[in-house]
């Protein structure tokens, strides 16, 4: 029998794992901060949790075990970081200007920036995201375009050549990317290699693109590469990511802005 059946957190190992939740990947110091305990305290937890397997440690920090994120369904996707990834959509709406003209790709933060935009006038949103067309269908100023083609069940997304050809009409001003997880080489991953031809046509349709991700995905792999944080002009998260991307990001004239 392992360690994670016979062994239960105690309160402060509990919420030391509630604070990983809820920001996806946090600094061994902040949690200090947060729990008011020592950080040979935070270490020792850390330390037994990662055992556990219901901790995953990188330098400095801790995230979620790297595997939930990608065997999850799309609800249990769409409940992990909640909070976060609400927050990163509250920050991303507000910086949107009115009027805009916009492409949203596929993935729970994309969706919650989605729910946010309910409350902007004078929108114009291009999506092959079921979800994100549902969300937005019951907003009276804001148009929304759907590209057709073949139904993913996954992520009730839209694919394939005729899915290109439609974006390919369209030049917006921003486009919204998910990603699976980030590579420490600055590609953007996804399980999916069909999923590359929808993101590089919204890249090349949009005056910029923007990138919507919590921070567990930084550093997360992923089987193919269907873009690069080269290609984005902004990224949204709600905690700093680990080494070595603030370094990357500050190179490529990157924006980063963490959500408050």
């Avoid at 309160?11 to 794992?17: F, G, I, M």
Wanted: with cysteine.
């Amino acid at each position: 029998m392992s360690l994670a059946t016979t062994w239960s957190p105690n309160p402060r190992q509990q919420a030391l794992l509630d604070e990983v939740k809820t920001r996806g990947a946090v600094s061994v110091e902040r949690l200090a901060q947060r729990l008011d305990v020592t950080m040979q305290t935070v270490r020792r937890d850390v330390q037994r949790l990662a055992e556990a397997g219901l901790l995953t440690r990188f330098h400095g920090g801790v995230s979620l075990p790297r595997e939930a994120p990608s065997a999850g369904a799309w609800k249990e996707r769409q409940a992990l970081y909640a909070d976060a990834k609400a927050r990163i959509a509250r920050s991303v709406a507000a910086a949107i200007p009115e009027g805009s003209t916009l492409m949203l790709g596929i993935g729970t933060t994309v969706e919650a920036v989605a729910r946010e935009l309910v409350h902007k006038p004078g929108l114009t949103v291009v999506t092959h995201n079921l979800h994100v067309a549902s969300l937005l269908s019951e907003h009276t100023q804001c148009k929304v375009h759907v590209a057709g083609g073949m139904l993913r069940n996954r992520d009730s997304a839209m694919e394939g050549d005729s899915t290109v050809e439609y974006l390919q009409q369209f030049k917006v001003d921003i486009a919204l990317l998910g990603t699976l997880g980030i590579d420490p080489d600055g590609s953007l991953r996804d399980r999916d290699l069909r999923e590359q031809a929808v993101t590089q046509a919204m890249v090349a349709q949009a005056r910029e693109s923007w990138l919507v991700a919590d921070v567990s995905k930084f550093g997360q792999p992923g089987l193919a590469q269907v873009a690069h944080l080269r290609d984005c002009k902004r990224v949204f998260t709600q905690a700093l990511p680990p080494a070595p991307f603030p370094k990357l990001l500050q190179e490529w004239d990157i924006a980063l802005t963490i959500a408050p």
